[in-house]
């Protein structure tokens, strides 16, 4: 069974950083495309980023650009996210989740989500 | 970045069909057959539908189904049933910018 659990979502003030994690089971992160997604509770799903299988080539949605960044550790079997320069405006729920189909947002897995809360 | 459009809401009685519809542009929707639909339940992570326009994981109910004609993709959800009370959210790859997934802004379906 596929398994996707995030970590690392905290309370953070305007400017700082966070490193969020997403630890897998049942599914090798080296094989498969994936991605970054946030909620603000209440909102709607917004697409943040994704890493594609080997690690070499990510994307980022333009908020997100110079500030994230994403990586994997296959030795952990575990995919990253780096937030810097964070803004109130990324408060939000982040889920990783994994793309069946070559980094198309066909996200078949996911995990429970990770709250971060930016806020002074 | 645009969203995808969704209706914010629909609604239909137990049995009835529902279809929800997902307007995109010609780099998104219109050009790639990569349109996916999620459902979602209150403090639930999003559980994928639909994909590649109107392929269905192993599990997902043949009630649910994906279409698309020009720049709008649709899910249809027919023979209605409680438990499908949810958020619905389509997305699609796109080439516009940087972004490479863009998703719509959710649909709150509602079983009358």
């Known amino acids: 069974e596929v398994q996707l659990v995030e970590s690392g979502g905290a309370f953070v003030q305007p400017g700082g950083s966070l490193r969020l994690s997403c630890a897998a089971s049942?599914?090798?992160?080296?094989?498969?495309?994936l991605h970054w997604v946030r909620q603000v509770p209440g909102k709607g799903l917004v697409w943040v980023s994704r890493?594609?299988?080997?690690?070499?080539?990510?994307n980022y949605a333009d908020f997100a650009e110079g500030r994230f960044t994403a990586s994997r550790d296959n030795t952990k079997n575990t995919l990253y996210l780096q937030m810097d320069s964070l803004r109130v405006e990324d408060t939000a729920v982040y889920y990783c989740?994994?793309?069946?189909?070559?980094?198309?947002?066909?996200?078949?897995?996911w995990g429970q989500g990770t709250p971060v809360t930016v806020a002074s | 970045q645009s969203a995808l459009t969704q209706p914010p809401s629909a609604s239909g009685s137990p049995g009835q069909s529902v279809t929800v519809s997902c307007a995109g542009t010609?780099?998104?929707?219109?050009?790639?057959?990569?349109v996916s639909w999620f459902q979602q339940h209150p403090g639930k992570a999003p559980k994928l539908l639909i994909y590649?326009?109107?392929k269905r994981p192993s599990g997902v109910p043949d009630r649910f189904s994906g279409s698309k004609s020009g720049q709008t993709a649709s899910l249809t959800v027919s023979g209605l049933q409680a438990e499908d009370e949810a958020d619905y959210y389509c997305?699609?790859?796109?080439?516009?910018?940087?972004?490479?997934?863009?998703f719509g802004g959710g649909t709150r379906l509602t079983v009358l």
């Open positions: 989740a994994r793309d069946r189909v070559l980094g198309s947002g066909s996200c078949d897995s």
């Open positions: 049942g599914l090798t992160v080296s094989s498969n495309w």
């Open positions: 890493i594609n299988s080997d690690g070499s080539h990510t």
């Open positions: 010609s780099s998104d929707v219109g050009r790639y057959n990569y």
């Open positions: 590649e326009v109107n």
């Open positions: 997305s699609s790859y796109t080439d516009s910018t940087h972004n490479t997934v863009v």
